[in-house]
């Protein structure tokens, strides 16, 4: 099973799965795999996230959590240890724009490094983090309980919309001062979580949402395929059309090449969509 895939620059592709990290390199057909005896504190890794070049993988119920990778072997990242009674509940790592680390909980809240230690920072009471996303405006969480903004100003995470309280949000994208959310039963936009002004965007389960090299949004839909939004049309790939073979989709990724990569739900494997249009 995947959960997150790091595409780089160089044309790699990094992805957690619950049996370690799989590495392609540009033009390779053979994956390489890390696992304990590479270095990895635990195979079941939750998120990879590409930090200016440093490679992070966070995992859960290991002994510590958090590793970087240093070319040829994971290891312990150089930050203090994280909380133990964290470390079943590790969700998302993110650096926002003043240059701090942050990780996000699935029991609620987040750890932020200060310093020589991790500050908890709880968001809206128990709020669970589902993903990060670096802002012009500051770092937003995707939450259980709606879409919240931490800035520097506020010193604290403050809701983002006015409404959607307690709609889960799985993703959240900001696109001209826009939000674009993906929730459990469709897309919201906006600052007052209205619903799409489009029909045809998708109301099923949204699990996320990536932006494209030409502006295009694509939304990945738990059961119901893929879809991309752009200029107020919609383009939509279900089963039985070109596209991933299978519907039920957890992540969308757009990469630096302009390669869109999917996640299945429950399945090993990735799908590629390449610049010129075809999957594979």
């Not at 059309?241 to 090449?257: F, I, K, S």
Request: charged share 25%; glycine share 14%.
């Amino acid at each position: 099973q995947v959960s997150s895939l790091v595409a780089r620059a160089d044309g790699s592709v990094w992805v957690a799965t619950d049996r370690g990290v799989a590495h392609l390199d540009a033009g390779s057909t053979e994956w390489t795999i890390y696992g304990h005896d590479q270095g990895l504190d635990s195979e079941s890794v939750v998120h990879l996230y590409d930090d200016d070049g440093v490679l992070w993988a966070l995992s859960i119920n290991g002994e510590r959590g958090l590793d970087v990778f240093d070319g040829e072997r994971w290891g312990a990242a150089p930050v203090p240890a994280l909380p133990p009674e964290t470390l079943s509940d590790l969700r998302r790592i993110a650096r926002d724009r003043a240059g701090r680390l942050w990780i996000g909980l699935s029991s609620g809240g987040t750890l932020r490094r200060d310093g020589r230690e991790w500050q908890v920072h709880r968001i809206d009471g128990d709020a669970g983090v589902r993903d990060f996303e670096v802002g012009p405006r500051g770092l937003l969480a995707a939450t259980d309980q709606g879409v919240y903004r931490y800035t520097h100003q506020a010193a604290a995470w403050t809701r983002a919309t006015r409404g959607g309280e307690g709609v889960a949000a799985n993703d959240v994208h900001e696109k001209d001062e826009r939000l674009w959310i993906a929730c459990e039963g469709g897309v919201r936009h906006g600052a007052n979580f209205v619903e799409s002004e489009s029909e045809e965007l998708p109301a099923y389960d949204v699990t996320s949402v990536a932006e494209d090299r030409e502006g295009g949004l694509w939304f990945g839909m738990a059961g119901a395929g893929l879809a991309r939004f752009e200029d107020g049309q919609v383009t939509h790939w279900a089963l039985g059309r070109p596209g991933p073979a299978v519907n039920d989709l957890a992540r969308v990724v757009a990469g630096p090449g302009g390669a869109l990569w999917v996640l299945p739900v429950g399945r090993a494997g990735v799908y590629e969509r390449r610049p010129d249009g075809t999957w594979q």
